[in-house]
């Protein structure tokens, strides 16, 4: 099966977002942030990860160093067209973002964390979830490569209006619109193989960073945010929300969320424009 790319560009000035959607996700989860960001006048990439937009067995065939090196090229693509670049991401998509962050500072100059997600903690993730670390170093055997784990109520999403369109898309059999109904075994692994490889490298992030989470996250919860508020090696802003859950690029406080990002790659974009010379003085010589 060949995966039709859904990678968007919109295009803008040469102040450039690149925005990657999470585990299992797809482009469209970035949609709102994204145009909002292009209203503003940016250019916006939201780019697809490798073995995204497929089935559960193409995203279980592909390893995080295959997702990082789809936000690697993503950034090529951007830089042609940009001088100054953002990068954020939602969920999974932050932590590639604040490992591309680390790698590539003088190429990266802010960062966007949204509903981080080091580790599956949030108030509607099972009790029994917690054996999912103990079988952590066995996930890679071969008898465990069909295993997966359901998406559940609320599926990260409070306004119970956009939750239903969202179930009923992740339910359609076409991928392509929310994403994946349940997440494999071997992806899950390599969540947790990027976090231990991002983990060692956040102090080397001495970008300007804005985490947002909500208070809520029935997925990860707030001490995600304040892990990364201790840790990121540069000044972090960080914006808790009240009323919203895991996916915060489409819940209700969506619009809290786009303003604030609008506003932050604003600020970065001043930032790194050049002092303008001050204007020559001019002698008035008497007739």
């Known amino acids: 099966m060949t995966i039709k790319d859904l990678s968007t560009l919109y295009e803008g000035n040469r102040t450039g977002v690149l925005l990657i959607h999470g585990l299992g996700g797809t482009p469209v989860e ?7 960001l292009n209203a503003a ?8 990860l490798e073995g ?3 089935t559960e067995a193409d995203l279980a065939d592909t390893h995080w160093q295959d997702w990082y090196a789809s936000v690697e090229a993503a950034l090529a693509r ?7 670049i953002v990068v954020g991401g939602l969920s999974m998509g932050g932590l590639l973002a604040a490992k591309l962050a680390a790698a590539e500072p003088s190429r990266v100059r802010g960062l966007v964390i949204l509903a981080p997600t ?3 903690d949030g108030w509607s993730i099972p009790w029994y979830a917690v054996l999912l670390k103990l079988l952590r170093r066995w996930i ?6 069909h295993w997966s784990f359901s998406e559940r109520e609320p ?3 409070k306004d119970e209006r956009v939750r239903k369109i969202i179930l009923q898309a992740m339910t359609s059999g076409d991928s392509t619109l929310a994403g994946v109904l349940r997440t494999p075994a071997y992806a899950l692994r390599e969540l947790w193989r ?6 060692p490298e956040l102090r080397k992030v001495h970008q300007r960073a804005l985490v947002i989470q909500a208070r809520e996250d029935d997925v990860a919860s707030i001490r995600n945010a304040q892990y990364l508020q201790r840790n990121l090696g540069g000044l972090v802003e960080t914006l808790i929300l009240d009323d919203s859950y895991h996916l915060i690029t489409v819940d209700q406080q969506r619009h809290i969320v786009n303003d604030r990002v609008v506003s932050f790659v604003g600020s970065i974009a001043k930032a790194a424009k050049p002092a303008q010379p001050a204007p020559a003085p001019v002698s008035i010589h008497a007739a």
Not at 41 to 48: A, D, P, Y
Not at 194 to 199: F, G, I, S
């Open 30 to 36: 970035m949609k709102t942030v994204a145009k909002r």
């Open 41 to 48: 006048g940016n250019t916006v990439l939201c780019c697809q």
């Open 52 to 54: 995204h937009c497929g």
């Open 78 to 84: 951007l830089e042609a067209r940009c001088d100054t």
């Open 118 to 120: 080091l580790w599956y």
């Open 140 to 145: 890679g055997l071969p008898f465990l490569k």
């Open 155 to 157: 599926y990260g999403i």
């Open 194 to 199: 990027l976090v231990d490889a991002l983990k």
